[in-house]
């Protein structure tokens, strides 16, 4: 992989050419679409860290108008120089991380239906639109995805690696807490998306650590319920600077393992 240049996954057979049919959006679509944000919407003003309420805005999401990619593209050019990558649903990890390496988000174009509000075994775009896109806006964010991404790209025919750093994914950007003027605040979409665990991960029954790269990195998660611990960190700045500790003590387990 290292041998490769860093825009190979644009000529691979597998990444598919997807475009966002929005003309295709139904009345029902409009009208989840707008169930989920008006729900979800109410409690993040003071529970969602500054970056992702700036980059709401920033974006341009409202509850009447599902995302519009072409949009979304528009405004991320001029701000980080990301841009969303349509996928057809989850995709094999080499192309996920050189995706990110050069700067893509992937996301879906399906919405949920209306008897799927509650439960989802796959990230619908809402998730991936509503609790991602507005964090792209940020700066040090997206250059620690794509720099993460980089590493994963190294190690990705180790899958012990992938699943180490998997662990920092997901304590990160899928639920991680940042302190903000003394408050926890969220910046993980998979606890953004979600008002039940919005609720939990700020009170006082989960555990609450500081962000630790070596504890995150032995830390297993799970999928199907809450999260009992959360990592947070001080800084965007703080999970960028974290980038070479993140690789050395990846390297080290990774050698461990091989013993």
């Not at 998730?127 to 794509?146: I, S």
């Not at 790269?213 to 703080?238: A, G």
């Amino acid at each position: 992989m290292t041998n490769k240049p860093k825009d190979w996954v644009f000529t691979d057979p597998r990444l598919q050419d997807l475009q966002q049919d929005y003309d295709a959006y139904t009345e029902e679509d409009f009208k989840v679409w707008k169930i989920l944000f008006d729900r979800q919407i109410v409690n993040l003003p003071k529970a969602a860290s500054k970056a992702y309420l700036d980059g709401i805005k920033e974006i341009g999401f409202t509850a009447d108008k599902i995302a519009d990619f072409a949009d979304v593209n528009a405004r991320l050019s001029k701000s980080t120089g990301w841009a969303i990558q349509v996928v057809p649903g989850l995709i094999d990890d080499d192309l996920f991380f050189g995706l990110m390496n050069n700067k893509r988000f992937c996301s879906s174009t399906w919405l949920r239906k209306m008897e799927q509000l509650d439960y989802l075994e796959e990230p619908d775009m809402f998730h991936d639109a509503f609790a991602h896109m507005p964090m792209l806006t940020n700066q040090p964010y997206v250059d620690f995805l794509e720099k993460l991404s980089g590493i994963a790209l190294k190690h990705i025919e180790n899958k012990w690696a992938i699943e180490l750093l998997s662990r920092i994914y997901w304590f990160t950007i899928e639920f991680g807490l940042i302190r903000e003027n003394g408050e926890l605040r969220i910046y993980g979409a998979g606890i953004l998306s979600s008002a039940g665990e919005t609720k939990f991960s700020l009170s006082d029954e989960p555990k609450h650590y500081e962000y630790d790269v070596r504890k995150i990195l032995n830390t297993p998660y799970w999928k199907d319920k809450f999260q009992d611990k959360y990592f947070v960190i001080e800084s965007y700045e703080q999970l960028y600077e974290s980038l070479p500790e993140i690789e050395s003590v990846l390297e080290e387990m990774v050698a461990e393992e091989a013993r």
